[in-house]
């Protein structure tokens, strides 16, 4: 019945189309969808793509400039000004490319920068004609993937790898430069080897020579190894050569690991210095072998690198507490405290309780300070891993508790005060500690005036001007009457200057700001230098706030004439 309707369809008026397609819609066979859009698309094809809009489904509107593409493509394009451009011409242009392959090399030179004919022609590049290529590589410089370029290239020189090479040289684009240059040097060394190594050797010197050096030896070493080791050995520059032997040794790590680490001894490459693309893929090759023989594999790793990656680590030994123990066993050296590292950290993180035992029967001092630092950011409850830190040896003891009990601080400032008044250290401890607290941002104002007062007169006056700033922020007005029972004198002078960045405004804003306070404190300042710069530091933000009640402190106050005419001279127009 279907079938019988549709072929009276080419007599039939706009409406009875639209009507018959609006039944079709609730149809479960697609297909005569399809032969509908046939009919439509040949005899009234601006009347079928109003009719497919009408319907409230973006499939059939896909589906319809599919088929109007395939019989018209040019027409068909220009309607998609109004639609969902991008998915519905890639799908009707390469439609249209998979069932005309005659036409290709005429819209290849007619339809020159078109993004989407790029596409699909990309995705039927075996019917490309010779003479397309070089418009389909021009069009792909416009293409922000570097896949397309690729593509490109690699098709383009199964054809003609000379001009392939050329055009890659050529591209501005260093990222597409060395990917397309590398495209093309594989797909000819896949055919011709010796013509591929050949081309190479023509490649100016300098940076793309050099990168490509190292792509070029990865793509020789999937052959064969042993030539593509060879061929590195031969290469003229250290550069080049360091870049070909990060290419080589994944594929020699994963056919022998012991030879890719012997041969990079003998050779003196430092893992460090290869391109971290191939020092990840020579980690990974290494991994079943390190995971039977750690101690072995971190050993030899440790010739030839100075840190460790704590990801590989964590493969080839899951349980820290194994790969801390085995890393104890190498010589001392950057590469065993980096690993050590990575291996602590993953255990504070872990098993924190087992990690501390551990950390304080380490006689190395380095890394138990790591451990400490580790154990600090990770580890148990700060207070109990503070009064931890004051059974290590004396020499340590005082900088690792002080970064504790200063973390401490900073994660719950009132439990690192009501440690600090519990402390049971010895004097010079206990003052070291306060000095520490109280250059942290953190602390209740009340609690850093007990610290402040708790120390010897003469550890007090250099901290004055720390705790005239923060507390200045916390409580201005009890840092005032702190202020005025401080002695006079150059140190009062520096606490009242710190005192004055959180009241007099000098960051255009905040809770704090007391412009008449902050003049009046400036008054007070010893040092006649300091209090005149003072003065007008204050008296300058203050105008801008309120110039009347600024002008009227000036002249109700006793000040010096000289330096009352340069602070008058502010309010000139």
Not at 141 to 146: C, L, M, R
Not at 323 to 339: D, G, M, P, V, Y
């Amino acid at each position: 019945m279907w079938s019988l309707s549709l072929h009276y369809l080419d007599e039939a008026d706009h409406d009875d189309r639209l009507a018959f397609l609006h039944r079709l819609a609730r149809h479960p066979r697609p297909h005569l969808r399809e032969l509908l859009f046939v009919h439509w698309a040949e005899a009234d094809p601006h009347g079928g793509l109003a009719a497919v809009r009408a319907i409230d489904d973006w499939s059939w509107r896909a589906g319809y400039f599919k088929v109007w593409g395939g019989m018209d493509i040019k027409a068909a394009r220009a309607a998609l000004a109004e639609e969902e451009r991008e998915p519905l011409e890639q799908q009707m242009i390469a439609e249209y490319v998979a069932n005309h392959p005659d036409e290709i090399a005429q819209h290849l030179h007619g339809d020159e920068g078109n993004f989407w004919m790029l596409k699909a022609m990309i995705a039927h590049l075996n019917q490309v004609p010779p003479d397309g290529f070089p418009i389909l590589a021009q069009w792909s410089d416009a293409s922000h993937k570097i896949e397309d370029t690729v593509a490109v290239a690699a098709a383009w020189a199964s054809h003609d790898p000379k001009a392939a090479l050329i055009w890659a040289q050529s591209r501005d684009d260093i990222r597409k430069r060395h990917a397309s240059l590398v495209a093309v040097l594989e797909e000819q060394y896949r055919h011709d080897p010796d013509s591929a190594l050949s081309h190479f050797e023509d490649l100016p010197p300098g940076k793309s020579r050099t990168q490509v050096a190292g792509k070029f030896a990865a793509i020789m070493a999937r052959h064969d190894v042993d030539r593509a080791l060879e061929w590195v050995d031969s290469l003229p520059t250290q550069g080049e050569r360091l870049k070909g032997y990060g290419g080589v040794l994944p594929h020699l790590a994963s056919q022998s690991p012991q030879r890719a680490l012997d041969f990079a001894g003998e050779h003196a490459i430092r893992l460090d210095r290869l391109d971290p693309q191939d020092r990840d893929r020579f980690y990974e090759a290494l991994q079943p072998w390190a995971t039977a023989d750690l101690a072995r594999a971190l050993r030899s790793l440790a010739r030839l690198s100075s840190h460790m990656h704590a990801p590989w680590l964590e493969t080839v030994a899951p349980d820290p507490r194994v790969a801390a123990e085995t890393i104890l066993t190498l010589k001392n050296s950057s590469f065993k405290q980096s690993a050590f590292a990575a291996a602590m950290e993953r255990w504070c993180q872990q098993a924190p309780d087992e990690a501390l035992p551990f950390a304080s029967s380490l006689g190395d001092e380095a890394l138990l300070r790591q451990s400490a630092a580790l154990l600090s950011k990770h580890g148990p409850d700060p207070s109990a891993l503070a009064e931890w830190s004051l059974t290590l040896p004396s020499l340590m003891r005082e900088e690792i508790h002080n970064d504790i009990v200063a973390r401490l601080a900073q994660q719950a400032p009132s439990e690192a005060v009501a440690y600090w008044r519990g402390m049971d250290a010895g004097e010079g401890l206990k003052q070291a500690t306060t000095r520490r607290l109280l250059s942290q941002v953190h602390l209740p104002a009340d609690a850093r005036f007990e610290m402040l007062e708790s120390l010897p007169q003469d550890q007090q006056a250099p901290l004055y001007d720390s705790v005239a700033y923060h507390n200045g922020h916390e409580a201005p007005h009890a840092t005032s009457k702190w202020l005025a029972r401080l002695p006079v004198g150059r140190d009062r002078d520096r606490a009242i200057s710190s005192f004055l960045r959180v009241i007099a405004g000098e960051r255009l804003g905040g809770p704090n700001i007391d412009h008449a306070g902050a003049f009046h404190w400036a008054k007070l300042i010893d040092d006649p230098a300091i209090r005149d710069q003072r003065l007008h530091d204050t008296l300058s933000i203050w105008r801008f706030a309120d110039p009347e009640a600024a002008r009227a402190a000036l002249q109700e106050s006793s000040i010096e004439d000289q330096t009352r005419s340069a602070l008058e001279a502010l309010f000139e127009p």
